[in-house]
């Protein structure tokens, strides 16, 4: 009796091992980026000062590889089948610093460890990075905190937004796009203001 109960135990959990073996793997997710803006036209005003773009702070949800994609604003999805070539703060962090080089008039633009004497940080936190609504909403705080003083100089909230024209990746991306080149080109414009 002992020994069909144990026989019956182990079947069992072979069949159940089996199962999970001929699950089908999950389908590769494609993989994209967003672009920054190479200012063609050139930009107004200007900088010698150098700065520091410090990788963003950003909640859990954001601070990965999936793209989010909100159905309301209390819950919190993944776009399926998509994924961002490399965490959501670490891009916005690569792209803006190649977005003030494109301008051809900041000093010079480095993120940590780059070897630069720095004059200012900018230091963001992204709050919103994800479609909601037909739209790729992007909401970063930002602080400009002087180097040589360790004061903070100015600081705001950037929101902008842009309306995705469809429901594929291809659509979220290319309003991305849109989004981080606004959000990107106001970043730029105000700092060269505060240095």
Do not use: H
């Not at 989010?68 to 690569?94: C, E, F, H, M, N």
């Amino acid at each position: 009796m002992i020994f069909k109960a144990i026989t019956t135990t182990l079947l069992a959990a072979f069949v159940l091992s089996g199962c999970q073996l001929l699950k089908a793997p999950e389908k590769p997710r494609e993989t994209y980026e967003f672009s920054a803006p190479s200012f063609d036209g050139g930009v107004a005003g200007g900088t010698n000062a150098q700065l520091l773009v410090k990788l963003p702070t950003s909640l859990k949800a954001i601070d990965s590889e999936r793209m989010i994609l909100r159905p309301t604003p209390k819950i919190i999805t993944y776009v399926a089948g998509a994924q961002w070539s490399d965490s959501v703060p670490r891009l916005v962090q690569a792209k803006l610093v190649e977005a003030f080089e494109n301008t051809g008039s900041a000093g010079a633009t480095a993120k940590p460890g780059d070897g630069l004497v720095i004059d200012f940080q900018l230091i963001p936190d992204i709050r919103r990075f994800e479609i909601i609504g037909g739209e790729a909403v992007i909401e970063v705080s930002i602080k400009l905190l002087s180097d040589k003083s360790g004061r903070v100089v100015a600081s705001r909230i950037f929101t902008t937004s842009a309306a995705t024209g469809g429901n594929q990746p291809e659509n979220y991306v290319a309003a991305f796009d849109r989004a981080f080149s606004s959000f990107a080109e106001d970043v730029i414009a105000w700092t060269f203001r505060q240095v």
